[in-house]
C-alpha cells in the first residue's frame, strides 16, 4: 500500500489561491488513482476532483469547475490541486486518497468508499 501526506493547507482570503500537494510512499505511485475529497465541520466528507491513472482522465464536482485543477508528477510520486478563486465555502480539511482499483462505473471515483489509501488532512481556510 501506498503512504499519503498532504501539505499546504493555510489561511487564504476569498479570490486568493493555494497550492496542495500529496507525497506518496511505500510503494510505487504508478498505477493509483488519485483523489481530493473535502470535509467541512459538522459535514460529510465530500469529493472534489480525481486523476484516473489508467487514462489520465480528470473529474470535478460542479461547485470547483473552472477553479480547482488536479495534476500528478509521477517522477516525483506527488499530486497537486491547484485552487483558484478561492470562497468561502471552500473552507474545509483536505484529504487526498488513492486507490488501485478500476472500476466499471466511474460513479465509484467520486465516492469516499473508491478509496482505500488516505492521507490524514490539511486545513484549508477562506476568509471573507
Known amino acids: 500500500q501506498v503512504q499519503l501526506v498532504e501539505s499546504g493547507g493555510a489561511l487564504v482570503q476569498a479570490g486568493g489561491s493555494l497550492r496542495l500537494s500529496c507525497a506518496a510512499s511505500?510503494?510505487?505511485?504508478?498505477?493509483?488513482?488519485m483523489a481530493w475529497f473535502r470535509q467541512a465541520p459538522g459535514k460529510p466528507r465530500e469529493f472534489a476532483t480525481a486523476i484516473k491513472w489508467t487514462d489520465g482522465n480528470t473529474y470535478y464536482t460542479d461547485s470547483v469547475k473552472g477553479r480547482f485543477t488536479i495534476s500528478r508528477d509521477n517522477a516525483k510520486n506527488t499530486v497537486y490541486l491547484q485552487m483558484n478563486s478561492l470562497k468561502p465555502e471552500d473552507t474545509a480539511v483536505y484529504y487526498c486518497a488513492a486507490t488501485r482499483f478500476t472500476y466499471l462505473s466511474n460513479s465509484r471515483y467520486y465516492m469516499p468508499s473508491g478509496y482505500d489509501q488516505w492521507g490524514q488532512g490539511t486545513q484549508v481556510t477562506v476568509s471573507s
Open positions: 511505500g510503494r510505487t505511485f504508478s498505477g493509483y488513482t
